[in-house]
């Protein structure tokens, strides 16, 4: 099974890329093979950014594809974890993919009139599409650095209160981050191990989402399977 982990939101400027590199660089740490898709066809700066990691020697390497969402869907079953780096806004095409990901990452400022009724409106659309909730979570990112504890509690009131939940952890929106990023490493992969630890903790939670929503799919393909066994069981006798 390949798990199908995209990266999206309704607007630009919310970190989708910063954390897919960093989910995909420790799901490639933990032995996994990993594949990014980069959706954005015009500024293609996740597969700029693994060109630069390439070339200043960061290990592990990660392979990025420039795609479609349909090209993307193509490359399911290739790779242990397909990350899908969406561009920054919401279209069919988003609803398309998170219809048959595996758990789908939206990344939120903690702004509430701006990113996170942004998030709200997409996790809106996400049910509406009978997408459930466990497959999907929030990741609060670039909080403000001296406020980041109130913001990330804020934040957390009003996703709740919209009736969803942000995953464990967050991210401050820090220089260093930046520069990890410039260099072609991850925000886990900084000099300082107090920020490594702080993006960790973010993409832990996105890892055990994204490992329980496979889990259940599974369970319900096994009942499907178990069903039609059943059934073809049943017009046999």
């Known amino acids: 099974m390949t798990y199908v982990v995209p990266f999206m939101n309704g607007k630009g400027g919310t970190g989708k890329s910063t954390l897919a590199r960093c989910y995909a660089v420790e799901a490639a740490r933990g032995g996994a093979s990993v594949l990014i898709a980069d959706l954005d066809d015009e500024q293609k700066t996740t ?8 070339r200043n020697g960061w290990e592990p390497d990660i392979r990025v594809e420039v795609a ?53 409106s997409l996790l809106h659309k996400f049910v509406a599409e009978e997408i459930p909730a466990w497959r999907f979570g929030v990741a609060l990112n670039g909080l403000r650095a ?19 939940e942000a ?3 967050f991210i401050r929106d820090l220089k ?12 886990t992969e900084t ?5 490594n630890e702080e993006a ?38």
């Not at 597969?47 to 390439?54: H, T, V």
């Not at 055990?208 to 059934?231: C, D, K, M, P, S």
């Open 191 to 195: 000099d300082r191990p107090s920020l």
């Open 47 to 54: 597969a700029l950014w693994a060109q630069n990691r390439k």
């Open 167 to 169: 995953l464990p952890g």
């Open 176 to 187: 260093s981050y930046e520069v990890a990023m410039l260099e072609g490493k991850t925000i």
């Open 68 to 120: 479609s969402a349909r090209k993307a869907r193509d490359l399911v079953g290739q790779t242990d974890v397909l990350v899908i780096d969406a561009p920054g806004w919401a279209d069919a095409q988003t609803l398309f993919v998170a219809s048959w990901a595996t758990f789908t990452v939206v990344p939120s400022r903690a702004n509430r009139s701006d990113d996170l009724a942004a998030t709200v």
């Open 200 to 237: 960790f903790r973010l993409a832990e939670g996105i890892a055990q989402g994204v490992l329980e929503a496979g889990q259940a799919l599974e369970r319900e393909a096994r009942e499907i399977e178990e069903a039609r066994t059943r059934g073809r069981g049943g017009r046999g006798r």
């Open 146 to 164: 001296g406020t980041a504890e109130r913001d990330d509690t804020d934040a957390r009131v009003y996703l709740k209160e919209a009736g969803y």
